[in-house]
């Protein structure tokens, strides 16, 4: 009987070693491992043997059932993956067939203008620099000609980060403008300096107000520079990115850290200014703040305004986009809505 035995599972042993298909394999295991097989009929024949015969013997079938079932298992992994390596070679491979198309990101269309904006400046010998979102009341306020009760901070609804009320207290900046401080800080003129960037105002958000937007702030410092300066730049800026016949409008305003201050407006295009709801009837659309730098600005940054002087002016990043691809809605932007962010 254990001569039985040994000899079954060589002769089972040898004849896996040969088989190719899985068809193979289960009639194999049928044949050496299933119910009808000799080796179960051995186990259950151990009932009529004495104990002692019954004890060894049945040690040795059940080691050899094991052996024979852990081969098989072997055996079964490899036909499977062979069997598939067959069918990729056999089959025909159809080269016409359409590739998977798979979905294509895209910039979001802040950064694209944020970058179109850049690139018009940068053609203009401006260099492209970033700033810290956290600033110091010193450089987003004090700075910049605003000091503590000023009624100009009323124009920036902040975002404070510190409690207390002096120059080193932290925010989050309401502008881009406290990089001006920190370029003519950091560098000798001439200058000539972008910087985009987020910012953040403490506002209740509606269609054309969110608590964080992108601003881009220009900076340039020379011998001579002029008014005249500041206005060719600015107009060559609004041409190139809305379009070579777009009127543009300059006018006076305020900021406290330029002198004089100033305006620009593009013609609107909905209406061809004679009216309409987008420019609120006026027929212009104001797309950023500027002017001359304020004398006590530069002092302060140790650049001597009897010998320099400079430009500079901010815009904001969403605001244009909105008026350059006629978006209802600032909040659109954020939202995350691949219906919205896939129109661009
Ligand atoms: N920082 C101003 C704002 O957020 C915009 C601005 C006005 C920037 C005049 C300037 C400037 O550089 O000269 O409203």
Redesign the pocket.
């Known amino acids: 009987m254990p001569q039985d035995l040994n000899h079954l599972e060589s002769v089972a042993l040898s004849e896996l070693s040969r088989i190719e298909t899985p068809g193979e394999l289960e009639e194999w295991r049928v044949r050496y491992l299933g119910k009808k097989s000799a080796l179960t009929a051995a186990l259950r024949s151990l009932g009529t043997l004495p104990p002692d015969e019954r004890r060894a013997l049945g040690a040795r079938a059940n080691d050899v059932k094991k052996n024979l079932q852990s081969r098989f298992d072997a055996k079964q992994q490899a036909v499977s993956v062979s069997s598939i390596g067959q069918s990729i070679g056999v089959a025909p491979l159809d080269v016409t067939l359409p590739g998977r198309p798979f979905p294509m990101g895209r910039l979001h269309p802040i950064t694209r203008v944020i970058q179109e904006i850049c690139a018009v400046f940068a053609r203009m010998g401006f260099q492209v620099i970033e700033g810290p979102e956290v600033e110091k009341d010193y450089y987003n306020f004090e700075a910049l000609n605003i000091p503590q009760d000023h009624p100009a901070r009323d124009?920036f609804a902040t975002l404070w980060l510190d409690q207390k009320d002096d120059s080193t207290a932290r925010l989050l900046r309401?502008?881009?403008?406290p990089m001006?401080v920190r370029i003519m800080e950091t560098h000798k003129p001439p200058l000539r300096f972008v910087v985009p960037g987020r910012?953040y105002r403490y506002e209740a958000t509606d269609a054309t107000h969110d608590w964080m937007f992108h601003?881009v702030?220009?900076l340039a410092v020379d011998i001579d520079i002029t008014l005249r300066d500041l206005k060719e730049t600015l107009f060559e800026f609004c041409r190139s990115v809305f379009g070579r016949d777009t009127g543009v409008r300059f006018r006076c305003d305020y900021?406290p850290?330029?002198e004089p201050?100033g305006e620009v407006a593009i013609e609107c295009f909905q209406c061809k200014s004679s009216g309409c709801r987008l420019c609120g009837g006026t027929g212009w659309l104001e797309i950023?703040?500027?002017?001359m730098v304020h004398p006590d600005v530069l002092a302060r940054c140790g650049i001597d305004p009897t010998v320099y002087s400079g430009f500079?002016?901010?815009m904001g990043v969403e605001r244009i986009t909105i008026l350059r691809y006629g978006v209802d809605d600032i909040r659109h932007f954020y939202s995350g809505d691949f219906r919205f962010l896939r129109q661009f």
């Open positions: 124009m309401t502008h881009t403008s001006q910012t601003q702030e220009g900021f850290f330029v201050g950023l703040g500027t002017g500079a002016f901010g």
